[in-house]
């Protein structure tokens, strides 16, 4: 059997990073080729790659003898607003060439995240399913939307096995968030430890969907590593943890800290959120490969505030 070699594009984003290190604690260190458009030299083996250089992908992809490839290089919601045809060109050019590159070079697999940003004003804003009327508002959107109809078609057409799963907004303490409208879920924890108050960017009552790291990453891997034949959607799959706003997430917070307070100053990424549905409904990959989340809020904020004391107590 041909052992997996697997490339991660974009391993130094908040995602990335992480997968990273978990795909080469199930795979060895040298079976997972990190790259990314910046350096990173606690990830090596690691390759610099713009994902736009399709010639440097087709390379690294040869010298390594990749089989498998995760791409996560895009540019996310909040920061794409400020340049909606540089993310377009970023978001779907790299997807390109990550699928005419898999076709070439007879890739194995391909994984492909999507959003809950493909979901606007008229997806059903509570227990969103995962077919349904896609209206994106964002540039991040509309290219995330697009992606999984070009994942859809080159799967039709060319037999590409790629998977995908629409993520909600991801929450982590082994990393910065990159740009995105929830980014707020995991500033909210660093700063209740550092200074225990937090100016928060959306309103009290903005209700959106989340998902601590482990069960992204956990059920990222569970999607990759399922039979074919049980993965039913090529487009992407919804992946649900929990729902909270800003007020749940500081009232728990406060459980372990009772001193930390917060205040609101929306600013606009309240209209992205509020442009986003407020639940969604996962029973699909339940169904199909066994997803299933571990955390809720009140768990995943007690083993946050416990992994970042120990970070920040270290860093002194």
Not at 220 to 241: C, F, H, K, V, W
Not at 275 to 283: A, V
């Amino acid at each position: 059997m041909r052992k997996d070699k697997i490339l991660v594009i974009g391993a130094n984003g908040q995602i990335g990073s992480v997968l990273t290190k978990a795909l080469r604690a199930a795979f060895g260190n040298d079976a997972v080729i990190a790259t990314d458009i910046r350096n990173a030299v606690d990830q090596a083996p690691f390759e610099l790659l713009n994902i736009l250089d399709a010639d440097r992908l087709a390379e690294i992809i040869d010298r390594y003898k990749i089989t498998q490839i995760y791409h996560l290089a895009a540019i996310l919601s909040a920061k794409g607003e400020a340049n909606p045809r540089g993310t377009w060109n970023i978001n779907m050019e790299g997807l390109f060439n990550v699928l005419e590159v898999a076709i070439a070079k007879k890739i194995d697999k391909v994984f492909f995240p999507s959003s809950i940003a493909v979901f606007g004003t008229k997806s059903p804003s509570i227990a969103t399913p995962q077919d349904t009327i896609l209206n994106p508002t964002t540039v991040y959107g509309i290219s995330k939307q697009a992606g999984e109809l070009w994942c859809n078609y080159y799967f039709e057409r060319y037999g590409l096995d790629v998977r995908s799963v629409r993520y909600p907004g991801i929450i982590g303490y082994e990393s910065a968030p990159g740009g995105g409208t929830t980014d707020y879920a995991v500033e909210i924890y660093h700063e209740a430890i550092k200074h225990k108050q937090y100016e928060c960017f959306l309103s009290a009552h903005t209700e959106l969907p989340m998902l601590y790291m482990p069960d992204a990453i956990r059920g990222t891997l569970q999607l990759m590593e399922a039979p074919a034949d049980q993965i039913r959607s090529r487009t992407s799959y919804n992946l649900a943890g929990m729902s909270f706003s800003p007020a749940e997430i500081a009232t728990e917070i406060q459980q372990f800290i009772p001193e930390f307070k917060i205040s609101y100053k929306p600013d606009f990424r309240q209209k992205i959120a509020d442009s986003w549905t407020k639940s969604i409904d996962d029973q699909e990959a339940r169904k199909d490969w066994g997803w299933k989340p571990d955390y809720d809020l009140h768990s995943m904020t007690e083993n946050m505030l416990e992994n970042l004391y120990k970070e920040y107590k270290e860093a002194v």
